[in-house]
């Protein structure tokens, strides 16, 4: 065996170890990237759901925030405080037939000096159908979310709404 096939024997080798330990071993970034995708997918309701699963999707929801958590996206909204009044807002939201679909985008997770708390800032983007008009609607916001490592489970422990973005009706 020459020098170069060594040498790239033991990068590859190093190259698995490293993805290995990061499978096994995830950053807490990491760990809120997943939450933040389980999240989006959580809240995201299916074209043609029916009530039960509707409401069986609300409660996940509460797999993913804090017993206090607060969250206050501002205008006529008001705040939800606590994880079961954010089931209930969840399992009260109108929701067309063609579902709604969330996507975070632009996420900027900063870890505290505690490694048990983070701030990530990013954009929630939403799509869906006007229940009144029946016109395609895509909407985004910014949000501010303050994360907390509770037992080994990354959690929302606050949201605040930074600045609307936009409102798009489409056809």
């Known amino acids: 065996m020459t020098t170069a096939h060594r040498l790239v024997g033991a990068v590859l080798a190093v190259g698995a170890a490293v993805w290995g330990y990061g499978l096994l071993f995830p950053s807490p970034e990491d760990e809120i990237r997943r939450q933040l995708d389980a999240l989006a997918e959580a809240a995201s309701v299916a074209p043609g759901a029916t009530n039960l699963e509707r409401l069986a999707r609300a409660a996940r929801l509460g797999r993913f925030v804090t017993e206090d958590v607060v ?101």
Do not use: C, H, K, Y
């Open 71 to 171: 969250i206050d996206l501002g205008g006529r909204l008001g705040a939800a405080r606590g994880r079961q009044a954010v089931i209930g807002v969840a399992a009260r939201a109108p929701v067309g037939a063609d579902g709604v679909a969330f996507q975070f985008l632009d996420e900027r997770i900063v870890l505290a000096g505690d490694a048990v708390s983070a701030t990530v800032t990013l954009t929630v983007r939403g799509t869906g159908v006007n229940l009144a008009t029946g016109d395609e609607w895509v909407d985004a916001i910014a949000l501010d979310m303050r994360w907390r490592d509770v037992d080994g489970a990354w959690l929302v422990a606050a949201v605040t709404a930074v600045e609307l973005i936009r409102r798009r009706e489409r056809r």
